[in-house]
């Protein structure tokens, strides 16, 4: 099992930068497939982003090429996203999700192939 904690949410500008973290907890943290979703207010959830076990494998929403990148850092338990030129658009809740343990590096970009969840950072694009 495996507990996610983000962190790196906050107010911002339009145009402006913001990088999210997703720490988790215990030793296997490579064997897991990680995803970032956002869930704005009045709208269903929506994938962002994943990454495979050791990074080589990721996928985006395609509106979000090109402005938001996922990375992981296995040493530190850590996956991120780095998210650039935001928009009003992009005000949601954020959550990082992981499914695993498994030997199988994919990207998964549907809610329900998660297992493990945090409980979101807010993100909030000023016009």
């Known amino acids: 099992q495996v507990q996610l904690v983000e962190s790196g949410g906050g107010l911002v500008q339009a145009g402006d930068s913001l990088r999210l973290s997703c720490v988790a907890s215990g030793r296997t943290f490579s064997r897991y497939n990680m995803g970032w979703f956002r869930q704005a207010p009045g709208k269903e959830q929506e994938f962002v982003a994943a990454i495979g076990l050791s990074g080589g494998r990721l996928d985006y929403l395609d509106s979000m090429k090109g402005r938001f990148t996922i990375s992981r850092d296995n040493a530190r338990n850590t996956v991120y996203l780095q998210m650039n030129s935001l928009k009003p658009e992009d005000t949601a809740v954020y959550y990082c999700?992981?499914?695993?343990?498994?030997?199988?590096?994919?990207?998964?970009?549907?809610?329900?192939?998660?297992?493990?969840w945090g409980q979101g950072t807010q993100v909030t694009v000023s016009s």
């Open positions: 999700a992981a499914e695993g343990p498994t030997y199988i590096s994919r990207v998964r970009t549907k809610a329900r192939e998660y297992e493990y």
